[in-house]
């Protein structure tokens, strides 16, 4: 029966049976690494001293990845297929490793893994063992942008690698488990996002094997019927492979591939040869296969193929247990290795033939490996865009839009080579950056009205109000050799915290393996900041993103709060020609004063912190340092210097900015670290720091806890306080006031001891006055609306 059908297909019965062995190829060495440290192709009988003592990683989603690794190797020999692997399951990283051992991959990347028992043997041990190789498709792995151990991230990813690639094929597999989180579950949708003229294609495969580590999956749940419309629904066309007999499934799978991948063709040649503007349907595949297909049908009893228990090691306890390592040498001569390999571990010649050669292995794409890709960004001089200062603080500007004019002209610079994108949740323009949306629009596939404005089948800023969406599509992007840049508002950034770690990770594993080349900087832009929420409130302040980030490696992540638009704009140029770095940059949107020229803000965001010599009177011998990061924080220092010298003549003040966050801490935590004697020349040992910063204030604490004047560090930032009031009063309800600051002064500074008291009582009167009048006015204080620096 199942002969009859397999005979029915694409594939001939040489490639059908060719196919199959090499299936059992990748099972069995993906078996084969969870288990042995010796003995690796069974010559000899197997014992306990051939089985690793601890035994990790997943079996149950790998002979699925496998199955469908052999299948793709043969549509890209047939078809010459560009073809990136992207596995959302990624413990099944054995099946991955084991695929790109048997195309050769492996072998050319890591040489001493060689193509012999010897090199099988090394390949079994190396896996999920103490500095070795980890259990998901990793940095590691050859061919992989995606390592899959956050699960989520798989489609949108994939996406991310189509855009702008109009010749690549991102065959993608989703766990059913996956689907369920909230960051796939609207992956789905960027197939709005996806132009068939101009992007390459997006291939999803759910694997539905029905089951996560303990549970059933809700999409293997509900009648088939329901799932394909959840699909249509989604604006794709289903597929559906079913079944667990390997022959038969073989060949309806080639079949179902070959129309999808037809169906791919046919919609790119009318979207790019015939002038088709619609919104395609792209075919994708439910794939409804046993989990752990071919493993142990029973262990001790209970069913494990087929079920949740194939999740991780089907068989363990085999020192305590003899029959396990009886069925576990039962499975693994059920691949039938001597048919495989030769007795010194040579792949049989023809089925070593049948994956795609060079490049064209999905091990060796270079697509995965960005860096190789990477066309440096021409950024155009950003001093064309400097704000031209007139008087210090004389004239306000919004930050940002001088910074969107500079990343417009980007834009149009790299036009040609089409590797740049702007990224946002539905604010490039609320975050002041919508002159870079003139010109090239914002990327839109379905329909689109007369009352819409910029909205483009072939736009370069990409919004969609998922903060997952824009986050991964960028990474997507960016892993295989992109550019890109990310604005959100600054609260709302938490909501991928997690992705930001994940990206992270791969960034610090990367730069340590030499094949993998650097690629283009994760760049965030952080506005609509907690200090000037005034419509929306408590909701929408957080300034955590920061701290979020400073846990991570330092030579990984850098943040800077330019406080002001000639600062931004030389930190913005930093950062998009960097590499292999996050970026945060925070900067505020709301109209605000300008401080530096463009050649002092480049000056200043050289060292990353300094003094404001033009806003000091210490010559030298500072009573106090007043050191400001962040634009509010900054003009509510100036404001508090500007009150000091009214009420106490003769005070020194040094004035002291911070542009680069990570300049505060020792040049052995960080690279941009001040050293010890530069920063103990700035901030004298024993003199009184009051410190204006932007976020939560311990964790300038954490920064400086190292640094010989960390006792004199006095911080004011957000102490979580907030609700729908003016600019000032959320200053005044956090502490970071002008009034607060300059209490903070004469309390801290020895020799105003005496003057304590009164300061107070001024303190009280000023704050007390402010509140009557913002409750009756709706409005600041006319001297607080309308106050400016004033050198004098
Ligand atoms: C975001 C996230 N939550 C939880 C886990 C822990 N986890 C690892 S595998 C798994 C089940 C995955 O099931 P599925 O996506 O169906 O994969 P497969 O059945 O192919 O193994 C879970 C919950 C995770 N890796 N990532
Ligand atoms: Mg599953």
Redesign the pocket.
């Known amino acids: 029966m199942s002969e009859d059908t397999a005979s029915k297909g694409p594939l001939s019965p040489d490639l059908l049976a060719k196919m199959d062995a090499y299936w059992r190829a990748a099972n069995y060495l993906s078996v084969g690494q969870i288990y042995l440290k010796d003995n690796p192709l069974l010559q000899r009988p197997l014992t306990l001293d051939d089985v690793k003592p601890r035994l990790l990683g997943?079996w149950?989603?790998t002979p699925?990845l496998n199955f469908l690794y052999v299948q793709w190797n043969r549509l890209i020999r047939e078809r010459n297929l560009n073809m990136l692997y992207i596995i959302?399951?990624g413990?099944?990283g054995p099946g991955i490793v084991a695929n790109s051992y048997l195309e050769g991959s492996y072998s050319e990347i890591y040489p001493h893994i060689e193509r012999n028992e010897d090199g099988i043997k090394r390949l079994f041990r190396q896996f999920s063992w103490p500095y070795g190789i980890p259990s998901h498709v990793a940095p590691e792995t050859p061919g992989s942008i995606h390592e899959g151990?956050?699960?989520?991230y798989s489609l949108v990813h994939a996406y991310g690698a189509a855009l702008d690639n109009p010749d690549l094929i991102v065959a993608c597999v989703v766990?059913?488990?996956?689907?369920e989180?909230g960051p796939l579950a609207t992956s789905w949708h960027s197939n709005k996002f996806l132009n068939p003229a101009t992007d390459g294609a997006v291939l999803p495969i759910l694997?539905l094997?029905g089951?996560?580590?303990a549970n059933p999956?809700v999409l293997a749940r509900i009648p088939h019927v329901e799932l394909e419309e959840l699909m249509r629904g989604y604006g794709y066309e289903p597929f559906t492979l079913e079944g667990d007999d390997p022959l038969v499934l073989h060949q309806q799978a080639a079949a179902i591939f070959d129309t999808m991948l037809d169906r791919i063709a046919a919609i790119q040649k009318a979207a790019r040869e015939e002038g088709s503007t619609a919104r395609p349907a792209w075919p994708m595949l439910i794939m409804r296969t046993p989990?752990g297909w071919t493993g142990p049908k029973f262990v001790d009893g209970k069913p494990v193929e087929g079920t949740w228990r194939a999740?991780q090691v089907p068989l363990d306890g085999l020192r305590e247990n003899p029959e396990h390592l009886r069925q576990l040498d039962e499975w693994m001569h059920s691949y039938k290795p001597e048919e495989l390999f030769n007795e010194k571990g040579h792949l049989r010649e023809d089925l070593a033939d049948l994956p795609p050669k060079g490049r064209l292995r999905m091990g060796m794409n270079p697509h995965a490996n960005g860096g190789l890709l990477l066309v440096p960004l021409k950024v155009p001089n950003f001093r064309d865009f400097a704000f031209k200062i007139e008087g210090r603080g004389r004239v306000d500007a919004e930050s940002t839009r001088i910074l969107g004019k500079l990343l417009h002209a980007v834009m149009e610079a790299n036009r040609d080579t089409k590797n740049f994108r702007v990224f946002g949740p539905d604010e490039t323009a609320s975050n002041r950056l919508q002159d870079v949306i003139v010109g090239t629009g914002k990327e839109w596939m379905a329909e689109i009205l007369p009352v819409d404005e910029n909205l483009s089948q072939t736009g370069r800023v990409m919004e969609v109000l998922s903060e997952h969406l824009c986050q991964g599509w960028l990474e997507g992007y960016l892993l295989t050799g992109r550019h890109g840049f990310f604005s959100c508002y600054e609260a709302f950034i938490h909501i991928i915290d997690s992705m930001a770690n994940q990206h992270a990770k791969w960034l610090k594993t990367t730069r340590e393996i030499p094949w993998r080349k650097p690629i283009a900087s994760l760049n965030y832009l952080l506005s609509s900041l907690v200090w000037r929420q005034d419509h929306n409130g408590f909701s929408h302040q957080d300034p955590g993103f920061i701290d979020h980030l400073m846990n991570k490696k330092a030579d990984v992540v850098r943040i800077y709060l330019p406080p002001d638009a000639n600062t931004l704009l030389s930190v913005a140029d930093h950062c998009l020609r960097s590499r292999h770095y996050i970026n945060l940059i925070v900067a505020g949107k709301q109209p605000a004063p300008q401080w530096l020229t463009i050649d002092e803000a480049v000056a200043h965001c050289t060292t990353g912190l300094g003094v404001w010599k033009w806003a000091s009177n210490d010559e030298g011998d500072p009573d106090v340092v007043i050191t400001c990061c962040g634009d509010v924080p900054t003009m509510e220092a100036l404001a508090a210097v500007m009150l000091l010298r009214a009420q106490v003549p003769g005070l020194r003040i040094r004035v002291v900015n911070v542009v680069d966050l990570m300049a505060l801490q020792p040049t052995s935590e960080h690279p941009h670290g001040l050293p010890d004697e530069e920063y103990d020349q700035i901030f004298p040992i024993g003199k009184p720091v009051v410190f204006a910063f932007h976020g939560y204030p311990w964790l300038i604490h954490r920064l400086t806890y190292r640094r010989h004047n960390h006792d004199d560090i006095h911080v004011r930032g957000y102490k979580e306080e907030g609700t729908t009031t003016t600019p000032f009063d959320m200053c005044v309800l956090n502490n970071i006031d002008r009034f607060q600051l300059a209490l903070d002064v004469i309390r801290r500074v020895p020799r105003l001891a005496s003057q304590t008291g009164a300061a107070q009582q001024w303190y009280s009167e000023a704050i007390q006055r402010h509140r009557l009048y913002v409750a009756e006015n709706g409005e600041d204080l006319p001297e607080i609306r309308n106050w400016r620096w004033s050198e004098s």
């Open positions: 997943h149950g989603t699925g959302g399951p413990h099944g151990g956050e699960l989520g766990g059913d488990g996956e689907a989180t694997h094997n089951y996560k580590i999956t989990k999740h």
